[in-house]
């Protein structure tokens, strides 16, 4: 019907958008990060350690979030949260080929989240990124992409 097809429009519309902001989004992740990581953020599984430690020590700090330096960001863990899912969406781009596409599943029919999946195994990077500044995920995303290994090598080939 007319309304499901302007549903998916405009879901391939806001997905476009999304993708079409991820090498930018990198690049700003990059500039912020800098040398502060300890290492250059070049997609490796390394980056990805650098990255969590980067974070690890960042949110340590009680307040963290309203310092004066990051007021240029509006909510900063919004800003690093995006940009963190990005980079994990380019990792999980080179090393495993995954896409970016609307989830139907995750959140409300009315507002899909951009997900991915690797052998069949869904994830949102946004949820997983929002998780790691919030110091819910033991492991940051180094083990969260160490668990998707272990479960991507349970399945069947």
């Not at 998916?8 to 990060?33: I, M």
């Not at 969406?89 to 995750?106: I, L, N, Q, V």
């Amino acid at each position: 019907d007319a309304g499901s097809r302007e549903e998916r429009v405009n879901g391939h519309d806001r997905l476009r958008k999304y993708v079409a902001e991820e090498a930018a989004s990198v690049g700003e992740l990059k500039l912020l990060v800098g040398s502060a990581s300890g290492g250059e953020l070049d997609m490796s599984a390394e980056s990805l350690g650098a990255l969590d430690a980067f974070i690890a020590n960042l949110t340590s700090r009680p307040g963290w979030h309203t310092w004066e330096v990051f007021e240029r960001f509006g909510d900063i863990r919004a800003w690093l949260a995006t940009r963190l899912a990005y980079y994990m969406g380019s990792y999980a781009r080179r090393k495993y080929g995954a896409e970016w596409y609307m989830s139907h599943d995750s959140g409300s029919q009315e507002n899909p989240m951009p997900v991915m999946a690797v052998d069949g195994i869904e994830f949102c990077p946004l949820e997983v990124a929002w998780a790691v500044l919030q110091r819910e995920r033991n492991g940051g995303m180094v083990g969260f992409f160490a668990e998707l290994e272990r479960e991507r090598l349970k399945r069947p080939a």
